[in-house]
């Protein structure tokens, strides 16, 4: 309850009106009265105390002042929180193996540039880049160069830089950037709430006075853009590419045709994922790029999703600022596309959001110059305000020209979750005080076993209040993916799904590492985003096992940033064995071994391993198949270490249960121990004959010496006697020396 009370204070500041900052003290003070009632210490009941008496008097004198100010920061990401743990010389490796991309080189940001690399001292020399960027083949076509913008739109100001007289009006024209122009288009949006423009406050040189940027005199332009584990200084020169017809290359302000900044960013941030022919992406990973705004993806097709939730959630933060909104549709057939007036596998940008009565309502964008529009029953033209759906409220809540404005449509809520596929919010990192960022490297196994996490990075979560945590898992990009969506010439979701899933796993497992999936408190979905985010609700009293998780990624290895947000301080280390000593142990199921479950009568032919044990200890069998579609089993038997050739129950000391594919977990509880002694253990395929390779780890408190069980045919060759070397000249059946096998 303290969380909620410490965010209701954050909003006084920041509330747009002074009837909006009143009503939230007396909330925020509110809150703080019942949680003095709780406090289970004298100490305590002081501190709320004191917060709440602070609030009254704060309440107090926002009623008697003339007028209310918000307080909004010029550059939001200042209050961010930064991470501040010490990393590895392993994690410093990463980081600066992330800097190359492309080509190019992005190198970690340290300090912001002094002004003066962006003077032209003879006002003719300009800065170029050393290579352009990759245009598609649509651009291609009616390329006419790289043109400068004093070239293209005349003499620039640093007004003109960023200060748009009309409404901004972002569109995209021959591009392939959707996501890119509609993160855009949100990001203006916050402009238009009054929060300030927060976009162009990446990019350099910068005008500290005025908070805005400045024209660069030389050409060049220098961005704090956030991949590949941290901020990086991106840096291009101001060509654009320019066209020989009416149609545009890059993103324009439809209001404002001389407006740079958009343009610029565009650039940067396609010099980042590779090129102007850019195969696609989503507006969440976008904004996290652009802003380092933390990206949240909502399924909008889920059994699970609670509409009225999501939009009690989301709208007085949109309103104070603190997130960006996008959407996402799916595959839309032509047909589909034509009746519902939307694109398929196409991102919109949420410009605005509005209750009345029932109605819950967005202002939606195509970004599209010339796109299609939604033609629902919420209005998207003039004809259909006499409809039912419009009433004196909507009339009185929705501006007219919000209505007809080129490629935005008001939508109500259950249309959109009924035609869109993805809700993607990007919200303000500085609702948390703490950060910590874990860089790590992981080679992905070659063999995909359904349900393991053997050889998963895991963390060590361990909160000081309860609170709610949220963890970031980003994978890192790599010039090599870009190559692989670029090979792919079908649909977007093909080249997403190219590129591989990710998913997190959390687990109340006292922190210690876990191998299969079973059990998990927080279950992630699969997405083919770069990015995956996972809200805790975390208690003072559990450690918990966070474990990033993947389906399909095509390449060997791979670098990843796990995020953890909070309000409170965390502890955060990589996830140990909850068994000090481990050994690692190899063998096969062969056409003579594979001896099938233990109902089969050559149950006993199975691969067999002794292990004797010098003193109590738990133990933990993973057994992992070479073929992950074999469904397979491991138990721990009494049998002095010697080969079993039939089990009793009370012959069982411990099994993995039912069989299943690819890997199995056999584990004593650590409360119980094995006791001193010889045991077996038996690994086993369902049906016998199956063949393929295996590995298996034996767990253990004390070292333990494990060593395979010579199978029972081993050290004799099968052989035929010719016919006349064997009674009296008849053919005899299969001979067994004791000779050594070659």
Not at 161 to 170: K, R
Not at 381 to 401: K, V
Not at 666 to 677: F, K, M, N, P
Request: overall charge neutral; hydrophobic content about 35%.
């Amino acid at each position: 309850m303290e969380a909620d009370a410490q965010a209701a204070e954050s909003k006084v500041d920041k509330s747009l009106t002074k009837e909006e900052a009143l009503k939230n003290a007396i909330h925020a003070a509110e809150l703080y009265m019942k949680i003095t009632k709780l406090a289970s210490s004298d100490t305590e009941r002081t501190r709320f105390r004191g917060k709440f008496k602070q609030l009254l008097s704060k309440a107090e004198d926002i009623k008697q002042a003339a007028q209310w100010t918000p307080s909004v920061s010029k550059d939001v990401l200042l209050e961010a929180p930064l991470s501040r743990r010490q990393i590895s010389r392993r994690e410093e490796v990463i980081l600066l193996e992330g800097s190359k991309l492309h080509g190019f080189k992005f190198p970690p940001w340290t300090n912001d540039p002094d002004n003066s690399l962006f003077d032209n001292p003879d006002e003719t020399s300009f800065y170029t880049e050393s290579a352009d960027l990759k245009l598609s083949d649509a651009q291609k076509a009616i390329f006419a160069g790289w043109k400068r913008p004093h070239e293209s739109l005349g003499i620039l100001t640093d007004e003109g830089i960023t200060i748009s007289i009309d409404e901004i009006d972002l569109v995209q024209d021959i591009t392939t950037d959707c996501s890119v122009v509609a993160s855009l288009c949100a990001g203006t949006a916050r402009f238009r709430k009054g929060r300030g423009q927060l976009l162009p406050t990446m990019m350099y040189p910068f005008d500290q006075q005025n908070s805005r940027p400045r024209v660069s005199k030389n050409g060049k332009y220098i961005f704090r853009l956030h991949f590949n584990g941290c901020f990086r200084k991106v840096t291009i020169d101001d060509r654009l590419p320019a066209s020989n017809t009416s149609r545009s290359l890059h993103v324009i302000d439809r209001n404002n045709p001389k407006l740079l900044w958009p343009a610029l960013i565009e650039k940067a941030y396609l010099k980042v994922r590779g090129g102007y022919d850019f195969p696609g992406s989503n507006s969440g990973t976008d904004l996290w790029v652009m802003t380092g705004w933390i990206p949240e993806q909502v399924f909008l097709q889920s059994d699970e999703l609670q509409p009225e939730l999501l939009w009690q959630r989301i709208l007085n933060s949109f309103g104070y600022g603190d997130v960006m909104i996008t959407l996402g549709t799916g595959t839309l057939s032509r047909k589909e596309e034509k009746e519902l007036g939307l694109a398929g596998e196409h991102d919109y940008a949420v410009l605005d959001m509005k209750e009345v009565g029932s109605q819950h309502l967005l202002l939606v964008k195509n970004p599209w110059c010339d796109g299609m529009v939604w033609k629902g029953r919420v209005l998207v033209a003039e004809e259909e305000i006499s409809t039912q759906t419009w009433t004196q409220d909507l009339r009185e809540a929705l501006p007219s020209n919000s209505i007809t404005k080129p490629g935005t449509f008001w939508m109500n809520l259950d249309a959109v979750v009924q035609h869109f596929e993805s809700l993607y919010l990007n919200w303000n990192p500085g609702l948390f005080k703490h950060r910590q960022d874990h860089h790590f490297s992981w080679t992905i196994p070659t063999m995909k076993i359904p349900g393991s996490f053997i050889h998963n990075p895991q963390y060590a979560l361990h909160p000081t209040k309860a609170e709610t945590v949220w963890v970031l898992l980003s994978r890192h990009f790599v010039t090599s993916e870009h190559d692989i969506a670029q090979n792919k010439s079908s649909t977007l979701s093909d080249t997403s799904s190219a590129l591989g899933f990710i998913s997190l796993y959390v687990f109340s497992t006292a922190g210690q590492r876990v191998y299969l999936s079973d059990n998990a408190a927080h279950r992630g979905a699969f997405v083919d985003s770069p990015q995956t985010l996972a809200r805790l609700e975390v208690s003072p009293s559990e450690t918990y096992t966070i474990v990033p998780a993947q389906h399909g990624l095509p390449l060997p290895k791979y670098s990843f940033t796990l995020s953890f947000f909070s309000r409170s301080p965390l502890t955060v280390a990589p996830a140990l064995d909850s068994l000090p000593h481990f050994t690692t142990h190899t063998g096969s199921w062969t056409r003579h071994t594979a001896g099938g479950n233990a109902s089969a009568p050559s149950y006993p032919l199975n691969p067999q391993f002794s292990i004797a044990v010098p003193s109590p200890t738990p133990i933990t069998l993973i057994l992992e198949s070479g073929d992950p579609e074999l469904a397979v089993h491991v138990k721990l038997v009494y049998s002095s270490g010697q080969r079993v050739t039939s089990i009793k129950g009370k012959d069982m000391v411990m099994s993995s249960g039912d069989y299943r594919r690819g890997c199995a977990l056999a584990s004593h509880l650590s409360e119980s121990v094995v006791a001193t002694g010889k045991y077996t253990i038996v690994c086993s395929t369902f049906s016998a004959g199956q063949t393929a390779s295996f590995t298996l780890r034996v767990g253990s408190a004390v070292p333990c010496t494990v060593l395979p069980i010579p199978a029972e045919t081993a050290g004799r060759l099968s052989t035929r006697l010719p016919a006349d070397e064997a009674d009296g000249g008849r053919e005899v059946g299969g001979y067994e020396s004791a000779a050594s096998e070659t």
